[in-house]
């Protein structure tokens, strides 16, 4: 299968002039426009993330692709990630399969546990119960995306379920991805569960991610099921910009402006990582640069992981839409014809 490249979002809401925040609702059009134009130059994937903050308001990511299956014509489009713990596995799968009516066989889903627990309070659910909520709601999930006529008594419900169908049915069930930051145990569920896996990267080196990679490769031979199933997609941060010094410089100022507009939002002590500008050169997990450059490192980490997709996500720290909009843009037109022609 092809390697693919794309862009993921969780929005991102402007500013004024005074520096305070400007309308959440532009973050969401300018998402809308960023896949429009992700599609147009060629990326392979669009994902959407979930948050709930001022700075990032993309809280609903199926709404989000629903209305992104309707306004593009070929690339594909999921959550990235659905914050499964705190959220119902039945009304994820029909919102998606909506969507997949809309744009058939584009339609992805992401299924994780959430980087912060947020959602526990506003949707009132006991923290407590973060790992039995999310291993029982991904049961759940994928029991109504497999077939008809399910019956499930999870340990999440009040109620079983017998001998149910959720509507509308995709014409092929959704792939839908594991989504992990990286810790062993959720590489091996994703390798017992048999689905693709989808990790979250903020930091670290492409040695310390292969490593990640290879324990998922080879605990899924040992499954016995077909090597191409087993799917590893990378998210990470990254912008590409013509000039490979002011590009990084660019990027590094609006990532550090989120770090610490996160930390205030969730109301904790600054979390921007130390010595950060190691991360935008080479040995780093931060693909900002040049077209040349964030190709070379791309590629470079497909030799250590052999990923089939990465992602990046370019929108960060007020970072202007019209900036993000030229990255998108170079990143479909100059680095995926280059990775292309080195991987596929």
Not at 144 to 166: A, M, S
């Amino acid at each position: 299968m092809p390697f693919e490249l794309g862009v993921y979002s969780f929005g991102n809401t402007p500013r004024t002039a005074d520096g305070s925040f400007g309308p959440s609702s532009q973050a969401v059009r300018d998402a809308l426009e960023a896949v429009r134009l992700a599609d147009e130059v060629g990326l392979d994937f669009f994902g959407f993330g979930e948050h709930h903050t001022a700075s990032m308001p993309l809280s609903s990511p199926t709404s989000m692709v629903t209305a992104a299956a309707a306004t593009t014509e070929r690339i594909k489009i999921g959550t990235a990630v659905t914050v499964l713990s705190t959220d119902d596995p039945i009304r994820v799968f029909e919102q998606l399969a909506v969507a997949d009516a809309i744009a058939p066989g584009r339609i992805e889903a992401v299924a994780g546990r959430g980087s912060s627990t947020i959602t526990f309070d506003l949707f009132d659910f006991d923290e407590s119960d973060y790992d039995m909520l999310y291993a029982s709601k991904l049961d759940l999930l994928l029991a109504v995306n497999e077939g008809e006529n399910i019956t499930f008594d999870g340990p999440h419900r009040r109620k079983p379920l017998n001998d149910v169908t959720v509507y509308p049915r995709p014409a092929q069930p959704l792939p839908i991805w594991l989504g992990t930051g990286g810790s062993p145990n959720s590489v091996m569920r994703a390798v017992e569960l048999g689905l693709p896996m989808f990790i979250g990267v903020l930091g670290g080196t492409p040695d310390h991610w292969a490593r990640y990679g290879h324990a998922y490769r080879q605990a899924w031979a040992q499954t016995g099921r077909p090597a191409d199933q087993g799917r590893i997609a990378v998210a990470v941060h990254g912008f590409v910009g013509p000039d490979n010094a002011a590009a990084k410089a660019t990027y590094l100022e609006h990532e550090l402006a989120m770090f610490a507009t996160g930390a205030a939002e969730a109301r904790r002590p600054p979390m921007a990582p130390t010595g950060r500008e190691r991360d935008l050169e080479p040995g780093g997990m931060v693909f900002a640069g040049s077209p040349e450059e964030v190709a070379d490192r791309i590629i470079g980490l497909h030799e250590l992981l052999g990923h089939d997709r990465q992602i990046l996500q370019m929108d960060v720290g007020a970072l202007l839409h019209t900036e993000v909009l030229r990255s998108i843009e170079l990143l479909g037109t100059e680095v995926a014809p280059r990775v292309r022609k080195a991987l596929d």
